[in-house]
């Protein structure tokens, strides 16, 4: 009897942790992103609703303009928030170290067919924030490149609560 009660004590503890977690967890294989949906009882954080949303407008804009979503790939989620930090301190294509934006590939040993970027800040929302670059010339050119097929929305928020937001756009290199 005591070893029955201690294995459903167990398997409570087990489900009760299962569903502390489950809300927050939200893993996206970048080959199904598009496809990717969120549920009402996901909980982001203030800073992951801002990514997501930012992403999600982008996406409509190029709907309207007939061109394929961008899918978000995780794996430059560090160098998008690099470059959104960055931007706090020169708010320029040109990094702090004095080399391109792309250079932060090179960093992490990522090449590329194609890489861009467009940069934000002071826009307390992402609706603001991707209608300004889509009444900007070189930034609407940079959401609507067809070439782009991959994206990543760094976010950084400086001690004056001040946000700064990068969208480093990406298509990798085709192998031979």
């Not at 009882?41 to 007939?66: C, F, H, K, Q, W």
């Not at 670059?133 to 990543?152: C, D, G, P, Q, T």
Request: hydrophobic share 40%; glycine share 4%.
């Amino acid at each position: 009897m005591r070893k029955t009660i201690s294995s459903v004590i167990i398997i409570l503890l087990a489900i009760v942790l299962c569903a502390a977690i489950s809300p927050y967890a939200l893993a996206v294989d970048e080959s199904t992103a598009n496809n990717a949906t969120i549920n009402s009882s996901t909980v982001l954080s203030p800073d992951m609703e801002y990514r997501a949303e930012v992403l999600r407008l982008v996406n409509i804009e190029r709907a309207n303009a007939g061109v394929t979503g961008l899918i978000e790939m995780k794996a430059l989620q560090p160098l998008a928030d690099i470059r959104a930090k960055e931007s706090a301190t020169s708010f320029s294509h040109t990094r702090t170290n004095g080399t391109r934006f792309c250079s932060i590939f090179a960093d992490y040993s990522i090449t590329y067919s194609y890489a861009g970027e467009n940069l934000g800040f002071g826009f307390s929302t992402p609706e603001r924030l991707v209608t300004a670059w889509m009444n900007s010339e070189s930034h609407r050119s940079n959401i609507l490149n067809a070439n782009f097929k991959y994206v990543s929305v760094g976010y950084y928020k400086n001690a004056n609560g001040k946000i700064y937001c990068s969208l480093l756009f990406y298509t990798p290199k085709a192998t031979k």
